[in-house]
């Protein structure tokens, strides 16, 4: 115990949280508890709370941490691509590499989440992850609002409910690509990725101005 004295507040944070985290994804958040998570860390449950009030304190700071590597892969995909066609299947890549590398998170961050700031309670880490969301839509904002100028991505789309759509057909092939794979290879013929790709294509070329999909 003498030398996590030693060790900062972040790190002790972060132990726990990598702890929750495994048990998050194995068991499940509603069949996790406090004790489960102390004794996985190794730390007792008296110390949990001096660096977490609760269990939802917990499973906030994940999804934010989650949601801000989301933002990085996809701002880094709109850094290193050159057409709006490239830049396209970047986002898409990074949003597949995202959710193989967080599968629990990314079911986590298509629910529900709170957006009024003002009435009611929230963790800061709500809020946090509220306007990293909002982040990212600026970037699929440019994305679009780019392709539009460009004379690639049709002028006629409005684009905040093309966004909030975009998301919902993305994560929809996606989530769909992951849970019937086997169903895809056995009756589609297709790997995953064939399907994917087929999938980003459609949803790509019902944007593009005809002959640029």
């Known amino acids: 115990m003498a030398r996590r004295k030693k060790e900062s507040q972040s790190v002790h944070r972060k132990n726990i949280a990598m702890a929750a985290e495994q ?3 194995k068991k499940g958040i509603e069949n996790t508890s406090l004790n489960d998570i102390s004794k996985e860390a ?19 700071v994940l999804v934010l ?4 590597k989301l933002h990085d892969y996809m701002n880094h995909a709109l850094e290193s691509s050159s057409n709006t066609k490239e830049c396209y299947e970047k986002i898409c890549n990074a949003i597949v590499e995202y959710q193989e590398e967080y599968p629990f998170y990314f079911g986590m961050v298509l629910k529900t989440i709170n957006i009024d700031f003002e009435t009611t309670h ?14 990212i839509n600026e970037l699929l ?3 679009l609002k780019t392709g539009i100028e460009n004379r690639e991505i049709r002028s006629n789309i409005e684009i ?4 909030f759509s975009f998301w919902g057909m993305l994560s929809g092939v996606i989530l769909l690509a992951a849970n019937k794979e086997e169903y895809i290879t056995q009756h589609l013929k ?9 999938g980003f294509d ?8 005809e002959g640029r999909g």
Do not use: H, W
Request: net charge negative.
């Open 23 to 25: 048990l998050f994804m």
């Open 42 to 60: 190794g730390y007792s449950k008296a110390t949990l709370y001096v660096y977490f009030k609760d269990k939802e304190e917990l499973v906030s």
């Open 65 to 68: 941490e989650s949601m801000q």
């Open 122 to 135: 929230f963790l800061p880490e709500e809020k946090e992850t509220f306007l990293v969301g909002e982040r």
């Open 141 to 143: 904002y440019t994305f």
């Open 160 to 163: 905040l409910p093309t966004i």
């Open 190 to 198: 297709k790997s995953k990725k064939e399907f994917l790709l087929y």
């Open 202 to 209: 459609m949803l790509y070329n019902s944007l593009a101005v």
